[in-house]
T-cell receptor, first 114, second 115 residues
Framework: AQSVTQLGSHVSVSEGALVLLRCNYSSSVPPYLFWYVQYPNQGLQLLLKYTTGATLVKGINGFEAEFKKSETSFHLTKPSAHMSDAAEYFCAVSDRTGANNLFFGTGTRLTVIP | KAGVTQTPRYLIKTRGQQVTLSCSPI?????VSWYQQTPGQGLQFLFEYFSETQRNKGNFPGRFSGRQFSNSRSEMNVSTLELGDSALYLC??????????????FGEGSRLTVL
């Protein structure tokens, strides 16, 4: 069985500050890991993904995440928050046998304070 | 390139009715997945279609069904609607070969309200 836990349903940061959104996963097989972002009244957009290979993954809009197998984590970071980063962020897990069957976390709403 | 298009965007139904939602994937994408999003349960996988065949199915009752046409367009149907079916239904397409990649392109969703 696969699942994802996102710590913190709401995170607030000041503009220019570090963004850190936490995600821990559970998977009985090698996981595929994803971060998606959802802006108000829109669908989800892929930020970045890890399948195999390099454990530090860079995505769009300056975001990156590191796969740490020993910690079963895939935290999302951005060095400097921008007002346009305010949105809801979802971590998700799947695997090779059902890659498009994503198990999503409950989401973290990011607020950026000017 | 046009994105994923879902119709209708908003609809209101009453308990016991049925509803059909439509999804047109990005041109060239052969995989279409459906997700239900609610405040209480979050995002939950309904099913995935690839080349007109259901490839994966989530843990939803048989009232939820879908199909995919030869042009990759997909529809999902919910019969005998219940209040708890009120949700945002998201369709996503994927530029996939066999097995999928998890890289999904989502539409803006169809918001269903059941009264």
């Amino acid at each position: 069985a696969q699942s994802v836990t996102q710590l913190g349903s709401h995170v607030s940061v000041s503009e220019g500050a570090l963004v850190l959104l936490r995600c821990n996963y559970s998977s009985s097989v090698p996981p595929y890991l994803f971060w998606y972002v959802q802006y108000p009244n829109q669908g989800l957009q892929l930020l970045l993904k890890y399948t195999t290979g390099a454990t530090l993954v860079k995505g769009i809009n300056g975001f990156e995440a590191e796969f740490k197998k020993s910690e079963t984590s895939f935290h999302l970071t951005k060095p400097s928050a921008h007002m346009s980063d305010a949105a809801e962020y979802f971590c998700a897990v799947s695997d090779r046998t059902g890659a498009n069957n994503l198990f999503f976390g409950t989401g973290t709403r990011l607020t950026v304070i000017p | 390139k046009a994105g994923v298009t879902q119709t209708p965007r908003y609809l209101i139904k009453t308990r016991g009715q049925q509803v059909t939602l439509s999804c047109s994937p990005i041109s060239g994408h052969r995989s279409v997945s459906w997700y239900q999003q609610t405040p209480g349960q979050g995002l939950q996988f309904l099913f995935e279609y690839f080349s007109e065949t259901q490839r994966n199915k989530g843990n939803f009752p048989g009232r939820f069904s879908g199909r995919q046409f030869s042009n990759s367009r997909s529809e999902m149907n919910v019969s005998t609607l219940e209040l708890g079916d009120s949700a945002l239904y998201l369709c996503a397409s994927s530029p996939v070969g066999s097995g999928g990649t998890g890289e999904l392109f989502f539409g803006e969703g169809s918001r269903l309200t059941v009264l």
